[in-house]
């Protein structure tokens, strides 16, 4: 691909000033050399302001999403978009949020540009595990294992019942549950259907993925051997 092509599809700038750019000598190589419009590259040679390339196509973003953020991007108010570097709203393909976390929920969100891999996340079949993190509103019951592991509950509005989840208590108003599946909201109204309601909902992990490094608002690009053992195997 051509370099003006390539920092475009990056989000770096349209291709006209992206061109500019090159020609004022903003790319370089990490040897200190000029990289001019028609030369030949190594992605990972290259250098924009000093600082490493962003990755090609195929790029997975590891998130910690603070509450109050919408992964919409057309939402109004305050988006995850926001907390990203401004060149990533413009990359093309564009970099997508990996399944959703509501507003009000803080934790493991990520985003890529590859289709296929967000396929594999997100698939019921990949039956990968989300660990959620939940403080409730009132004491657990004491059924509510029982309840979320026999595969049986439906949801308001809902016709198939939910796959069996994994609860552990933590204290009489804190619990982890398990979900190998993304419904919508569905934490909160499981916990709503046992009469319940949730007041706090962190997602810490994701298949053997966690935040270990990351503060809310932080992010990482996860490199795709790290995805491959730490989701797939
Ligand atoms: N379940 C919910 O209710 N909300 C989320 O954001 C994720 C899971």
New binding site residues.
């Given amino acids: 691909m051509k370099l003006v092509k390539l920092l475009a599809n990056l989000g770096y700038g349209s291709r006209k000033d992206v061109a500019r750019l090159i020609r004022n000598g903003w790319l370089t190589r990490r040897d200190g050399s000029t990289v001019g419009l028609d030369d030949d590259f190594l992605h990972e040679d290259l250098l924009v302001d000093d600082e490493p390339i962003d990755p090609p196509q195929g790029v997975l973003i590891l998130f910690n999403k603070p509450i109050g953020y919408t992964c919409s991007t057309k939402d109004p108010g305050r988006v995850v978009y926001d907390l990203l570097p401004e060149r990533f709203r413009y990359r093309n393909p564009v970099l997508s949020t990996v399944g959703?976390?509501?507003r009000d929920?803080s934790g493991l969100l990520m985003l890529t540009d590859d289709g296929h891999l967000l396929h594999r996340i997100i698939s019921p079949k990949a039956e990968l595990p989300k660990i959620?993190e939940v403080e409730l509103a009132e004491d657990l019951r004491g059924d509510e294992a029982a309840l979320f592991a026999a595969g049986t509950l439906l949801l308001e509005s809902e016709t198939t019942p939910l796959a069996p989840a994994v609860m552990e208590t933590i204290d009489t108003r804190q619990a982890r549950l398990i979900l190998i599946e993304?419904r919508y909201?569905?934490?909160?109204?499981m916990f709503a259907a046992t009469g319940n309601r949730?007041l706090s909902?962190h997602?810490s992990r994701t298949g053997r993925l966690d935040l270990e490094g990351l503060e809310p608002g932080q992010w990482r690009i996860v490199p795709r051997d790290e995805a491959e053992s730490k989701l797939f195997t």
Wanted: proline share 0%; charged share 35%.
């Fill in positions: 959703r976390l509501d929920t959620y993304g909201h569905q934490v909160r109204r949730v909902l997602r």
